[in-house]
């Protein structure tokens, strides 16, 4: 149970630093999610779900129950024909309260949130990534450590292959009128 919780709370302290709120948004195009070390068939499976829960992904994967932090970043992206994995990302940032990006250490791009809640994969890597790197891990080692230790109701166990149910949203959309 400690495991599952640190997984939990490290990605929700993730998900939180890229911007994305500690609730369900109106725009619910993105969901964290952890599990085993980056490999064909959970990449496969991190597919399937992307597609199943019509979300793409931000992913940790960790070597095992007892390590303190992931050995590897991925996203399943949504594209309009298929669904991308990509992994070997590494967490970003420029400085201690710029937004996190995950940027990719073999290819020339990064992934950030924008301003209306959408995964967006963008041209270019920043310079000092290495630095940027270990400031983006304890960023968001402080703030998981911040967390509870509770599991939330909506976390979920999916098996490879199970079927994958809709978290409920906590608070209801906030509606305004122009």
Known sequence: MEMIVRHQNFMLALRQLMGWPTFKPVNDAIAFTSGQTMSVPVGAELGRIAQVL???????????????????????????????I????????????????????????HFAIDTRGS????????????K??????????????????????????????AAVTHPQPLNETIVRFA
């Open 119 to 130: 995964l967006i994969r963008m041209a270019g890597r920043p310079k000092a990534i290495r």
């Open 132 to 161: 940027g790197r270990a400031l983006a891990m304890s960023r968001i080692k402080a703030l998981a450590a911040t967390r509870s230790s509770d599991l939330l109701p909506d976390n979920q166990f999916v098996a490879p292959g």
């Open 54 to 84: 019509n979300k793409d992904l931000v992913y940790s994967g960790w070597s095992n129950a007892t390590v303190r932090e992931p050995d590897g970043f991925a996203i399943a992206f949504r594209d309009l024909v298929t669904v991308d």
């Open 86 to 109: 990509i992994d070997r990302l590494v967490p970003f940032a420029a400085d201690n309260r710029a937004r996190l990006i995950l940027v990719s250490t073999t290819t020339d791009e």
